[in-house]
């Protein structure tokens, strides 16, 4: 019998009680036809299994190249789509219960398969910390992440910003600032934390119907014309953002269903 601790109290469980109903995801169990997930978390780094933003947990498993394993987690997501997972997550010796969630989506990166879970609450922002979070902001540029708690930290960090680079700014309430540079031009588009696009913009008419590729990472974008700002302007933006919360000069993104 082992005792974890949970948002509301703490509770009990037999490891006796526990089945492994899938061979090749041991961590994945069955209890009383609930299933419970059994985890651990790394500091905020995106290489091992945790808390990417505080209502999301993400649990990887090693398939090299084995095609049986590949198909059995093929299984595993269709067994366990729509059904409510109950994650534990070890901490100094002990459980914590992070909640309900329900898978979200399966990715296959370089030999890895990435279990994600959308957690029906999200985490407090203490408890977020304590188990691996950031406490204030997180910048990702090109592959490398960075915490900052101010604009002095972020001005250090954008001086050495490359001439092409993909670029997001994000914090506990989970909205997100992604900032595309491509040489002296760029484009801003801003995400609320419910699901809002708001975007760069400099003249409309001028532009009409044109499109502008930007080439980052061997990886192809293309955007309107009228959403390209100077890279400057862009920079601009993310430091309204940290200052106010808010970004500045951006405009609702509709997107034409017709």
Not at 83 to 95: A, C, K, S
Not at 121 to 139: A, E, F, M, T
Not at 238 to 244: G, N, R, W
């Amino acid at each position: 019998m082992f005792t974890f601790g949970s948002l509301y109290g703490t509770a009990e469980v037999s490891a006796d009680s526990y089945e492994i109903p899938l061979n090749w995801f041991p961590n994945l169990r069955l209890q009383g036809g609930q299933l419970v997930l059994l985890g651990k978390c790394a500091s905020i780094s995106f290489n091992g299994n945790g808390f990417p933003t505080p209502s999301k947990y993400v649990c990887k498993v090693a398939y090299g190249d084995d095609e049986r394993l590949l198909t059995e987690h093929r299984n595993i997501r269709n067994a366990i789509r729509n059904r409510p997972v109950t994650i534990l997550i070890e901490i100094d010796g002990g459980w914590i219960c992070a909640g309900l969630a329900f898978f979200a989506e399966l990715a296959n990166v370089g030999g890895m398969l990435e279990f994600v879970f959308k957690l029906q609450s999200k985490l407090p922002r203490k408890l977020w910390i304590s188990l691996g979070g950031y406490d204030d902001w997180l910048v990702y540029i090109n592959g490398t992440h960075n915490v900052f708690s101010s604009i002095a930290e972020f001005q250090s960090i954008v001086a050495s910003i490359p001439k092409i680079a993909k670029m997001f700014i994000t914090r506990y309430e989970e909205d997100v600032l992604d900032l595309f540079f491509y040489h002296n031009d760029a484009v801003v588009i801003y995400t609320d934390n419910i699901g809002a696009s708001y975007v760069s913009t400099s003249d409309l008419e001028a532009h009409g119907e044109s499109v502008c590729v930007f080439q980052i990472d061997d990886v192809t974008y293309e955007f309107p014309m009228y959403q390209v700002v100077a890279s400057r302007t862009a920079i601009d933006i993310a430091f309204a953002y940290i200052s106010t919360g808010r970004p500045s000069s951006l405009v609702k993104f509709h997107i034409d269903k017709s």
